[in-house]
């Protein structure tokens, strides 16, 4: 799923994160506010009892590491073009992550599939 709002302070809420439960989020983020720290929180699953999602971000600035420290050690990636294939045959899908920095855009993560839900 696409973090509602690229993950700002006034979205992705609780409701919204509880609702969509997403197997995995990406974030459209370029701004020093992409995500905020309590959207990160939520969007990751971290906290007691909560169920656990990976994060994808494609362009996590400094400062917005710094933020939030606690947070983007987790996410699978945070730089790089994010691809999500589908395949065609199974119910499954792959998430992989390119080096925005190149030309050539070599892959440099590939998730393991993760299987669609209805």
């Known amino acids: 799923a696409t973090a509602n ?3 700002y302070f006034d979205s992705t809420g609780a409701e919204f994160v509880r609702a969509l439960d997403a197997q995995a989020y990406i974030i459209q983020a370029w ?7 309590a959207q990160a929180q939520r969007m990751l699953g971290e906290w007691p009892g909560a169920a656990k999602h990976d ?5 996590s600035l400094p ?3 710094l933020l939030n420290n606690r ?5 699978r990636s945070r730089q790089g073009h994010i691809v999500v294939r589908v395949s065609a045959n199974t119910d499954t ?3 992989f992550v390119l080096d925005s920095t190149r030309e050539d855009a070599p ?7 993760y299987r669609t839900r209805s």
């Open 31 to 37: 701004d020093v506010g992409h995500p905020g720290p």
């Open 63 to 65: 400062a917005n590491r």
């Open 107 to 113: 892959i440099t993560f590939t998730s393991q599939p």
């Open 71 to 75: 947070f983007v050690p987790q996410f």
């Open 93 to 95: 899908f792959q998430i």
């Open 5 to 7: 709002h690229h993950g």
């Open 55 to 59: 994060v994808y971000a494609t362009e």
